[in-house]
T-cell receptor
Framework: KAGVTQTPRYLIKTRGQQVTLSCSPI?????VSWYQQTPGQGLQFLFE???????NKGNFPGRFSGRQFSNSRSEMNVSTLELGDSALYLC????????????FGPGTRLTVT | QKEVEQNSGPLSVPEGAIASLNCTYS??????FFWYRQYSGKSPELIMS????GDKEDGRFTAQLNKASQYVSLLIRDSQPSDSATYLC?????????????FGSGTRLSIRP
């Protein structure tokens, strides 16, 4: 079974720009969660999606948004990038909403200059 | 008090010895517990999950859970240099959402030859 794929793997953007990250979960998994990982804050929850619906959102500003498509692929968007948005963005595939064994993708390393 | 606490390390263990990693959590209602391994520059990989008190073994890994004392530990037997990584403890505070899963900041483990 193919794992979680995330694209792109690396991004360099400048302040004020926007960025879209993509995630395809493991085949058959319908839930996706997104995390931001930084050395100072560790892993922080961004969003969770199931069947194209956002179930929860973490404590992040409105500049962070996401969506899920009917094929379970998910995207997240960050608008008006700030230097502090530099991080590893991780997508996790969840077998079902009742299972919390999350399988992470390789991540997208975003650098904001 | 952090919700999930881990000693940041580094924990240095000789090759072939047992590495013992500990994690404490504050929410007594937490239901499920996970250990992830994260190599430098990579994404977290789920290695163990445990849901009830006691021990759970998988190969060289043993997870131990004590809900009364609110701690979960991971033992790695016959430690290998390839076990050198950061180990993240994750605690699920509730049933409903990935947003209830809290990650510790991780313990860096170094296996010395």
């Amino acid at each position: 079974k193919a794992g979680v794929t995330q694209t792109p793997r690396y991004l360099i953007k400048t302040r004020g720009q926007q960025v879209t990250l993509s995630c395809s979960p493991i085949s058959g998994h319908r839930s996706v969660s997104w995390y931001q990982q930084t050395p100072g804050q560790g892993l922080q929850f961004l969003f969770e999606y199931f069947s194209e619906t956002q179930r929860n959102k973490g404590n992040f500003p409105g500049r962070f948004s996401g969506r899920q498509f009917s094929n379970s692929r998910s995207e997240m968007n960050v608008s008006t990038l700030e230097l502090g948005d530099s991080a590893l963005y991780l997508c996790a595939s969840i077998p079902s909403p009742g299972s919390y064994e999350q399988y992470f993708g390789p991540g997208t390393r975003l650098t904001v200059t | 008090q952090k919700e999930v606490e881990q000693n940041s390390g580094p924990l240095s263990v000789p090759e072939g010895a047992i590495a013992s990693l500990n994690c404490t959590y504050s929410d007594r209602g937490s239901q499920s517990f996970f250990w992830y391994r994260q190599y430098s520059g990579k994404s977290p990989e789920l290695i163990m999950s445990i849901y009830s008190n006691g021990d759970k073994e998988d190969g060289r890994f043993t997870a131990q859970l004590n809900k009364a004392s609110q701690y979960v530990s991971l033992l790695i037997r016959d430690s290998q240099p390839s076990d050198s990584a950061t180990y993240l403890c994750a605690v699920n505070r509730g049933y409903s959402s990935a947003s209830k899963i809290i990650f510790g900041s991780g313990t860096r483990l170094s296996i010395r030859p």
